[in-house]
């Protein structure tokens, strides 16, 4: 039997001063593995313990993008692709705010992709988590910079005849500081991660290979939602700390997750106070009043 | 240190830097851009005052990431612009749109040189009046100032920031490439006589705050990133609230919202400049370059007995329709230059709704129009009526 005290703690949850509940429920399929990264953004996020009103998200178009519409930050849903343009435009604005970036594959590597280099590049303190599910969710699967060869969405219903990307190869060759990739399994460490990131300055970068069983997991015939989770986690192989150009990205061998790069580089930020003599706390929002 | 924020003076400066200094003078603190012909000038100006004004300049990768940057920065609370020519104003029509659905404030400079494409690179033209209005997809109304000098180029780009501030949503600067090349006389007043209007904060608790709820003038409070109200701003349409509202009522409340606070402010917006229409028998309809040699040309005209006069759109959108239509049963003839195929001169038949004679002088682009041939119109149209 309930008691009404447990229906009552049933109805609130201890995240739930990070969240816009009035936007429960939320549009994700069931079995999506962007419930479990948002939690574990979330988690990341009250472990930092930083000030919520510090704390900025942005994300772009896509399944994924809608996170900042149900996290109760100051959070922007912008166009396809361009988080990371409006994020840095935010953050050069406010660099007092931490901006954390959330979006899919195809939004930061198809559409986005130059953002996602030159942010990389200019060491942008941005921490960018990535859903990476294979496909483009939001529009019903088609295929997506990070699609298997060979495998089958409804634009490559043959299979499909492009080589993926390998994301984290990518971040770390443009000159991320922090890249790491899990996947939706692995709750504990993609934690524990973004937590990580959170607290690096400079580009800080997560994939989490997520199952999407309505779109790529129906069309590749890989069962329930469940028998997608185990699998991506049955091929996974921590191996951190080797060259990221090793860390395989393979669903049909190796899922090699781990943290790939920890290193200190100056930011954006601090480069342009350094050669325009700056400092950069004096900077304050220019129109305010106070 | 201790560069000025206004470089109160008589100076001799093309108008991408009248531009620049009109930026700075009315507290812009980021540009974000990417070098473009004929407005690279804009960019390599603030390149170098901002730093001395412990702003921000960035060099993005391209005008769509300048574009989300300036909304960006806007939202960090920050006055935000951007400057570029055709090809790079094709490229922020997707975050021009994001920023009128968001109600975001900046500025845009596109200093028009000839298209389509890439165009003439180095020569004036006056053809994105149209992509100004609508080359964002979807139904909005826009705020747009055409300078005429360089002088003007600082006086509008202050108008545009306090615009885009009063009105929150990106106010688009169409100068062109000699109002952008051409070295004039600017005078840059004294601080104390520059007028700054900034966004209005809101006043209310975060659980009262509607970020989106417009205030009597149809403008809503702008919170900014940081304030503690942890907004949510989406450019899917949206509620009072900011959160999706994706049915034809949420529609029909936002863009209503979007395009009353234009419409309804619009005798405040618009802005002409009239010289000799009150007793004008043929009125001549110009901006930018183009009102200039039309000055001339209805100078000569009076010279020659004709009672010709110039309005001079300050403001191209709003169009101001109803100056057009009042002057509509008075006027033998409309006379619009412009440097391209014909754009505004299609408001102005609309206005002019076949009450009386509308026509064009015009060229596709390369070259400004010579008075003569906007004098010989005006002949030609005195003529026609006799």
């Known amino acids: ?290 | 240190m201790s560069a000025k924020e206004v470089l109160t003076g008589i100076h001799f400066i093309n108008g991408d830097q009248a531009c620049c200094e009109g930026a700075l003078a009315v507290g812009c603190r980021f540009f974000a851009g990417y070098p473009i012909t004929p407005a690279t000038e804009i960019a390599e100006s603030m390149s170098k005052r901002l730093p001395q004004l412990g702003g921000i300049f960035i060099q993005m990768e391209d005008e769509i990431a300048s574009m989300a940057a300036i909304l960006g920065a806007s939202w960090g609370g920050v006055k935000s612009m951007t400057s570029t020519s055709g090809p790079g104003f094709s490229l922020m029509m997707e975050n021009i749109g994001l920023g009128i659905c968001t109600e975001t404030p900046c500025v845009v400079c596109n200093v028009q040189r000839g298209g389509p494409s890439t165009g003439l690179p180095t020569l004036v033209a006056q053809g994105d009046m149209m992509q100004a209005r609508w080359g964002s997809h979807g139904h909005y109304e826009i705020i747009a100032l055409s300078p005429s000098s360089p002088q003007e180029m600082f006086d509008f780009t202050i108008r545009a920031f306090n615009l885009s501030e009063q009105y929150r949503l990106p106010v688009i600067i169409l100068a062109d490439e000699v109002i952008g090349h051409m070295n004039e006389r600017v005078i840059i007043p004294r601080e104390d006589e520059i007028e700054i209007i900034n966004r209005r904060k809101p006043t209310v608790s975060r659980e009262e705050y509607l970020a989106f709820k417009p205030d009597a003038d149809g403008v809503a409070p702008m919170a900014i990133c940081g304030d503690g109200y942890r907004i949510h701003v989406t450019g899917l349409t949206h509620d009072e609230r900011g959160y999706p509202a994706m049915d034809a009522k949420g529609q029909e409340e936002m863009v209503s919202r979007l395009v009353n606070k234009i419409r309804n402010n619009r005798n405040k917006i618009i802005k002409t400049k009239n010289m000799f229409i009150d007793d004008a028998e043929v009125v001549v309809v110009s901006y930018g370059i183009s009102a200039r040699s039309s000055m001339q040309a209805v100078r000569d005209a009076r010279s020659d007995g004709i009672k010709a006069g110039l309005i001079k759109l300050e403001t191209v959108w709003p169009f101001p329709e109803d100056l057009i239509r009042s002057l509509t049963p008075k006027v033998k003839a409309f006379i619009m230059p412009e440097i391209n195929g014909g754009q505004m001169v299609l408001e102005l038949e609309r206005c002019a709704c076949g009450a009386c004679p509308v026509s064009l002088v015009s060229n596709y682009g390369g070259a400004i129009i010579h008075p003569s041939v906007i004098l010989g119109a005006i002949h030609k149209a005195v003529k026609g009526k006799q």
């Open chain 1, 1 to 290: 039997m309930i008691t009404q005290k447990a229906a009552k703690s049933a109805q609130s949850h201890p995240m739930d001063f990070l969240l816009r509940t009035e936007r429960i429920p939320h549009i994700w399929c069931p079995g999506c593995g962007i419930g479990t990264v948002f939690s574990a953004v979330i988690a990341a996020i009250k472990n930092t313990g930083w000030d919520p009103n510090s704390i900025a998200m942005v994300s772009g178009i896509g399944c994924t993008g809608r996170m900042a519409g149900y996290i109760k930050l100051d959070s922007f849903h912008t166009t396809h692709g361009r988080a990371l343009p409006f994020a840095t435009g935010l953050k050069l604005a406010r660099p007092q705010t931490k901006v954390i970036v959330v979006s899919g594959d195809g939004d930061l590597f198809a559409i986005g992709g130059n953002h996602f280099i030159h942010a990389a590049r200019r060491n942008m303190d941005i921490t960018v988590v990535c859903v990476n599910n294979l496909n483009y969710g939001m529009t019903g699967g088609q295929q997506a910079p990070s699609t298997p060869l060979g495998a089958k969405t409804t634009t490559t219903v043959n299979g499909s005849p492009e080589e993926p990307f390998n994301f984290c190869y990518l971040a770390s060759s443009c000159g991320a500081t922090y890249v790491a990739r899990w996947t939706a399994m692995q709750v504990r460490s993609l934690r524990s991660s973004i937590t990580e990131a959170l607290f690096k300055t400079g580009f800080s970068f997560v994939e989490v290979i997520s199952p999407c069983p309505s779109s790529y997991g129906r069309r590749n015939r890989m069962g329930s939602a469940l028998e997608m989770l185990k699998f991506y986690h049955g091929r996974s192989v921590i191996r951190g700390d080797i060259d990221p150009k090793d860390a395989l990205m393979d669903i049909d061998k190796e899922i090699v997750v781990g943290k790939f790069v920890d290193i200190e580089r100056p930011t954006f930020l601090d480069n342009y106070a350094k050669f325009n003599h700056l400092q950069i706390p004096h900077w304050r929002p220019m129109h305010s009043e106070d």
